[in-house]
T-cell receptor
């Protein structure tokens, strides 16, 4: 089966600019996650979707981050305006309903804010 | 809430040597447990998982992990490391009924020829 697709792979922007990341999960996976992975740390969940509804966005900095999953398939994560501390790898993952089977991760988008 | 501790930031082994990466968790009951590997520039790949039953779990790439309830541990092992195993390894726990895993900070494996 095709994996989780993410784009772009790399992005460099200046602080205060905006940026958007795209994720296409594995076909049929109801649950989609966005994680932020800062260098030297484990992934931190930003937001979880179940189909096209938000299940958990408690750790999403909503003043600057937004995400949507229209039609319950692919998803977009946006940062506006970006800060230096947003430099990280943004990982998208998907799973069938329920996470017990494990998660399939995309290759991530490496964001550098200068 | 569950938490995960990977006490070793870096582990260095020689190619062909055995490997053990430590993972300790904190949770009131037995959680679901996972090990993921992340190669440079790549996403996380699932190595193995434990739900219940046999406490010794076999995974891909010759890895295994043993769940020890008394020690709240889920250590990852491999009898003979290959240079291609150099990567970042993450332990994760998932509370039964939850959708959201908690990841450890990761252990970086360095393999010397």
């Amino acid at each position: 089966e095709a994996g989780v697709a993410q784009s772009p792979r790399y992005k460099i922007i200046e602080k205060r600019q905006s940026v958007a990341f795209w994720c296409n999960p594995i076909s049929g996976h109801a649950t989609l996650y966005w994680y932020q992975q800062i260098l030297g740390q484990g992934p931190k969940l930003l937001i979880q979707f179940q189909n096209n509804g938000v299940v958990d966005d408690s750790q999403l900095p909503k003043d600057r981050f937004s995400a949507e999953r229209l039609k319950g398939v692919d998803s977009t994560l946006k940062i506006q305006p970006a800060k230096l501390e947003d430099s990280a790898v943004y990982l998208c993952a998907s799973s069938p309903e329920g996470g017990e089977g494990g998660y399939t991760f995309g290759s991530g988008t490496r964001l550098t804010v200068v | 809430a569950q938490s995960v501790t990977q006490p070793d930031i870096h582990i260095t082994v020689s190619e062909g040597a055995s490997l053990e990466l430590r993972c300790n968790y904190s949770y009131g009951a037995t959680p679901y447990l996972f090990w993921y590997v992340q190669s440079p520039g790549q996403g996380l790949q699932l190595l193995l998982k434990y739900f219940s039953g046999d406490t010794l779990v076999q995974g891909i790439k010759g890895f295994e992990a043993e769940f020890k309830r008394s020690q709240s541990s889920f250590n990852l092992r491999k009898p003979s490391v290959h240079w291609s195993d150099a990567a970042e390894y993450f332990c994760a726990v998932l509370a039964p009924g939850s959708y959201i895993p908690t990841f450890g900070r990761g252990t970086s494996l360095i393999v010397h020829p």
